[in-house]
């Protein structure tokens, strides 16, 4: 998945993007952020978030792994 995801996005992912892929709207990825509750690394450049596309998807990947054991329990 990291691949495609780099293939798609490059190295760096903004906040539209993002949300796109954690199914989320843009506002609730924004309040997030302000409330320092989104558990990604980020950079900002002027006014906009940057978050590393590896980041994001080994995030996505431990979210998929936590959910497989707690369905195996």
Do not use: C, S
């Amino acid at each position: 998945m990291t691949e495609w995801m780099l293939n798609k996005y490059g190295p760096f992912m903004d906040v539209t993007e993002l949300a796109d892929v954690l199914k989320i709207r843009r506002a609730t990825l924004y309040n997030q952020l302000y409330a320092d509750k989104v558990d990604l690394p980020y950079v900002k450049r002027g006014k906009k978030y940057l978050f590393p596309t590896t980041e994001v998807v080994a995030h996505m990947e431990a979210g998929l792994r936590k959910q497989t054991t707690t369905f195996a329990d």
